[in-house]
């Protein structure tokens, strides 16, 4: 292999080198160096005195050359004000206090910190229990944990919700299903929600029937067919193990079958109907 004579590009030093492996270099635009020592010479940063460009600052710091840009500062909090005063953010207008200590906050909210909207949330085991006896009153039965507007407030009292049903004097639901309910067409229902759907469907003169056996062996229900199609409220859907594995039977029974479903959960019902909107649309 050849070899030709090169020149240092530190010190000027002129040093033999294969002719490939010059051109090499020369090709990708590398320097050439005639040893260790001018390599680690030439790596040698130059540094430069500046002065921050914040008229409030006016440090002055050192700077490498090759990080010296058209605007330069002693830190980035000297940055970030200068930039921030040139280009300032849209601030949330302060249009409230917080009703529990006074101190401002942001538009749409009520409090300042989720520290005062928990203290303000903190109801007295009396008041949770005074409310319950209250709904009682009003409405001939137990509140619905999906409709109890201090839920929350009622967990962290009683430790459960029906702790808390036991206290006001009522007698909770143990198992699943436990209580019936009769609707006004004299069906027996499962729960409170299906006495609802069922009363719905009365009131309006829609045709229907309770517990009809799906097609197949499996044993498996509707809870109402209307029709053509077959009526299912999943109200206890992501809570019981053994509800999630009876639903996941019937949606695939369902799907094999080809069967038109109507899927109906708690929000449909509470804390406000949405019936109409569920079932106008296919009855």
């Given at each position: 292999m050849p070899v030709v004579f090169t020149s240092c590009s530190k010190c000027d030093k002129e040093f033999a080198r294969d002719s490939d492996w010059v051109e090499e270099n020369k090709r990708l635009g590398y320097k050439i160096y005639c040893s260790l020592e001018c390599m680690r010479g030439c790596k040698d940063v130059e540094t430069k005195t500046?002065?921050?460009?914040r008229v409030d600052c006016n440090n002055i710091f050192l700077r490498s050359s090759k990080e010296i840009s058209p605007h330069n500062y002693c830190s980035r909090s000297c940055s970030a004000i200068v930039n921030n005063t040139k280009f300032p953010k849209h601030k949330r207008a302060v249009l409230k206090y917080c009703l529990l200590c006074g101190k401002a906050c942001h538009a749409?909210?009520?409090?300042?910190?989720?520290?005062c909207k928990n203290k303000n949330q903190t109801t007295s085991k009396y008041e949770l229990v005074d409310q319950i006896k209250t709904f009682y009153r009003k409405h001939k039965r137990l509140p619905l944990k999906a409709e109890f507007r201090n839920y929350s407030s009622v967990r962290r009292a009683f430790g459960t919700w029906n702790k808390a049903i036991v206290v006001a004097g009522f007698k909770p639901n143990p198992v699943m299903f436990a209580n019936k309910h009769i609707a006004l067409d004299g069906h027996k229902c499962d729960s409170l929600a299906e006495r609802i759907i069922d009363d719905w469907l009365f009131r309006r003169k829609i045709a229907?029937?309770?517990?009809v056996?799906?097609?197949?062996?499996?044993?498996?229900?509707?809870?109402?067919?209307?029709?053509?199609?077959?009526?299912e409220f999943f109200g206890l859907s992501g809570e019981l193990r053994?509800?999630?594995?009876?639903?996941?039977?019937k949606l695939a029974l369902i799907k094999r079958r080809g069967l038109k479903l109507i899927e109906i959960y708690p929000k449909h019902l509470f804390p406000k109907g949405k019936l109409e909107e569920v079932l106008g649309k296919y009855l």
């Open positions: 500046l002065t921050c460009e749409g909210k009520m409090f300042c910190s989720p520290a229907h029937q309770r517990g056996p799906y097609p197949g062996r499996l044993g498996l229900k509707t809870d109402f067919l209307v029709g053509d199609y077959w009526v053994r509800y999630d594995q009876l639903k996941k039977k």
